[in-house]
Structures are given as C-alpha cells and as structure tokens.
C-alpha cells in the first residue's frame, strides 16, 4: 500500500529564515505530487505541482519555490521566509495516470513564523 | 461564484441523525468528485469519490451527484461524535485536471 510522510510535523521560524519541507511517497512509482497550503480557517490552496522529476509548475507567485530531484520526493523551499507564510503544509499524490483522480494528503506540517 | 461552493457551518445534527452536506460547483464539464473528511488539526482525508450521477453509497455515507443540477452533496446515515469534522467537497477541473476544493462545511454531531 502506498504511504506518504512529510517532516517535520511542526515548525517555528523567525521572519526572513529559510525554510526546507520534505515529502516521500513509497508504495508507488512517478506519482504526480502536489503542495498545498491551508490558512487558518481558510481553504486549501494549491501552490506548486509535479508531473516528474524536475517538473515542477507554479500556481501562485510567491518566495516560495519546490524541486522534485527524486521520483518519490518532493521539496518546499524558501530563502526567507514572510509572516504570511504561516499556515498548514500539505503534500499530496495521486497515483499516475489513474483515471480515478483521486487524490490523498500527507499529516502535514503546521508553520509558524514570528 | 466561486467554483466550488459550500455552507461553512456549522452543521449541527444529534447522534444517530442523518446529516446532509451540499456542495455546488461551475464547471459543467467536471467528471470527478470528491469528499474529504479533515479532523481539527489534521489533514484531509478521502472518504468518497463520485463519477456518475446518482448515488454511491460506502458503509453510512452516501454520496449524491447530480451533474444537470451541478450538485453534490453527502449524506452521513447514523451519525456519531466522531464524525464532527469539517466535510471538504472537491471538484476536478475539466480544463486543468486540477482538484478545486470548496471552504468546507463544518459538522458538528451532538451526544
């Protein structure tokens, strides 16, 4: 069965630090993985998505910026970090070229910057 | 309009009540939709995918789409405390295969 884990689970970071999350997926092979952010009391917002290794597409002009350098790995980064950063990280996949769609999240990673 | 539209809440129902969640959406074209469950603090999880109209029924959900209408909803038969959640709807794009998710519905089911 297929299994995605992203760390850390928290993180507290001072205004203009950088920030590096990671997310795995094993079970399965070229996925397509996503990266989400969840606002308190908003909903999610797509941020950046991965058809492969070093493709990577941009939804939302921001500092922040994702590699793929593995098949099952997939990197949210920035060089320094805004207090409107703050939010709840999701990673996500979905299983490539299944018609179904269906899409499934990681725990995610709840950051905080001061 | 937004794209995918939901009630934010909260939905309050008694335990072992039948709760209805409504999600409405814009894009005709759309083939694929989802329910997420997402507990407080936690991620979304997937506990219902619709295709074809009608209904799908998994256990005490059942999922409802009716793509004349652009109408999804999720019914929740015999609903416990533990279903208190927010209740994600997600619509798949039909011009960029992207999932759209609506603000969600919060639910809250009382002893």
């Given at each position: 069965?297929?299994?995605?884990h992203?760390?850390?689970?928290?993180?507290?970071?001072?205004?203009?630090?950088p920030?590096s999350?990671?997310?795995?997926?094993?079970?399965?092979?070229?996925?397509?993985?996503?990266?989400?952010?969840?606002a308190a009391?908003?909903?999610?917002?797509?941020?950046?998505?991965?058809?492969?290794?070093g493709?990577?597409?941009?939804?939302?002009?921001?500092?922040?910026?994702?590699?793929r350098p593995?098949?099952?790995?997939?990197i949210?980064?920035?060089?320094?970090?805004?207090?409107s950063?703050?939010?709840?990280?999701?990673?996500?996949?979905?299983?490539?070229?299944?018609?179904?769609?269906?899409?499934?999240?990681?725990?995610?990673?709840r950051?905080?910057?001061? | 309009?937004?794209?995918?539209?939901?009630?934010?809440?909260?939905?309050?129902?008694p335990?072992?009540?039948?709760?209805?969640?409504n999600?409405?959406?814009?894009?005709?074209?759309?083939?694929?939709?989802?329910?997420?469950?997402?507990?407080?603090?936690?991620?979304?999880?997937?506990?219902?995918?619709?295709?074809?109209?009608g209904?799908?029924?998994?256990?005490?959900?059942?999922?409802?789409?009716?793509?004349?209408?652009?109408y999804?909803?999720?019914?929740?038969?015999?609903?416990?405390?533990?279903?208190?959640?927010?209740?994600?709807?997600?619509?798949?794009?039909?011009?960029?295969?992207?999932?759209?998710?609506?603000?969600?519905?919060?639910?809250?089911?009382?002893?």
């Amino acid at each position: 069965s297929q299994t995605i884990h992203q760390w850390p689970a928290t993180l507290v970071q001072p205004v203009g630090s950088p920030l590096s999350l990671e997310c795995t997926v094993e079970g399965t092979s070229n996925p397509n993985l996503y990266w989400y952010r969840q606002a308190a009391g908003r909903g999610l917002q797509l941020l950046f998505y991965s058809v492969g290794i070093g493709q990577i597409s941009s939804e939302v002009p921001q500092n922040l910026s994702a590699s793929r350098p593995q098949d099952r790995q997939f990197i949210l980064s920035s060089k320094k970090l805004l207090l409107s950063d703050s939010g709840f990280y999701l990673c996500a996949w979905t299983l490539y070229g299944n018609s179904a769609y269906e899409q499934y999240f990681g725990p995610g990673t709840r950051l905080t910057v001061t | 309009q937004k794209e995918v539209e939901q009630n934010s809440g909260p939905l309050s129902v008694p335990e072992g009540a039948i709760a209805s969640l409504n999600c409405t959406y814009s894009d005709r074209g759309s083939q694929s939709f989802f329910w997420y469950r997402q507990y407080s603090g936690k991620s979304p999880e997937l506990i219902m995918s619709i295709y074809s109209n009608g209904d799908k029924e998994d256990g005490r959900f059942t999922a409802q789409l009716n793509k004349a209408s652009q109408y999804v909803s999720l019914l929740i038969r015999d609903s416990q405390p533990s279903d208190s959640a927010t209740y994600l709807c997600a619509v798949r794009s039909s011009n960029t295969g992207k999932l759209i998710f609506g603000q969600g519905t919060t639910l809250q089911v009382k002893p």
